[in-house]
T-cell receptor, first 113, second 110 residues
């Protein structure tokens, strides 16, 4: 079974731009969570989607948003990029809510200049 | 106080030794506990999950959970250089949200 895929793998943007990252979960998995990982802050929860609905949200500004499609694929968007948004963005999928064995994708490395 | 705290590293053990990684959490209603391994430049990989008090063994790995003490640990027996990585403790503190510790970096020296 194919694992979680994320595109693109690397991205360089300038301040003020916006970016959209994509995640395809493991086939059959319905829950998708997004995390931001930085050396200083560790792995920070962004949000979780299940059945096309955002179920949980972390402590990030409204510039960070996401959505999930009917096939469970998910996208996250960051608008008005700031230098501090430079990070590894990880997507994780799990079979269902309440089953939190999460499987991570390879991540998207975003650099904001 | 952080929701999930891990013993500060780095931790260095000789090959063949037992590596002990510890994690404490603050939310008493937490139900699910996970250990992930993350190699440098890679994404986290699930290695153990534990849901009830006691020990759970999987090969060279043993997870231990004590809900009364709000403590979860991971033991790696017969440590190998390939075990060198950062180990992340994750706690399900609310349905749909896992909170991760900052991780403990383990180095196994040949």
């Amino acid at each position: 079974k194919a694992g979680v895929t994320q595109t693109p793998r690397y991205l360089i943007k300038t301040r003020g731009q916006q970016v959209t990252l994509s995640c395809s979960p493991i086939s059959g998995h319905r829950s998708v969570s997004w995390y931001q990982q930085t050396p200083g802050q560790g792995l920070q929860f962004l949000f979780e989607y299940f059945s096309e609905t955002q179920r949980n949200k972390g402590n990030f500004p409204g510039r960070f948003s996401g959505r999930q499609f009917s096939n469970s694929r998910s996208e996250m968007n960051v608008s008005t990029l700031e230098l501090g948004d430079s990070a590894l963005y990880l997507c994780a999928s799990s079979l269902d809510r309440g089953t939190y064995e999460q499987y991570f994708g390879p991540g998207t490395r975003l650099t904001v200049t | 106080q952080k929701e999930v705290e891990q013993n500060s590293g780095p931790l260095s053990v000789p090959e063949g030794a037992i590596a002990s990684l510890n994690c404490t959490y603050s939310d008493r209603v937490s139900q699910s506990f996970f250990w992930y391994r993350q190699y440098s430049g890679k994404s986290p990989e699930l290695i153990m999950s534990i849901y009830s008090n006691g020990d759970k063994e999987d090969g060279r790995f043993t997870a231990q959970l004590n809900k009364a003490s709000q403590y979860v640990s991971l033991l790696i027996r017969d440590s190998q250089p390939s075990d060198s990585a950062t180990y992340l403790c994750a706690v399900d503190t609310n349905a749909g949200k896992s909170t991760f510790g900052d991780g403990t970096t383990l180095t196994v020296k040949p």
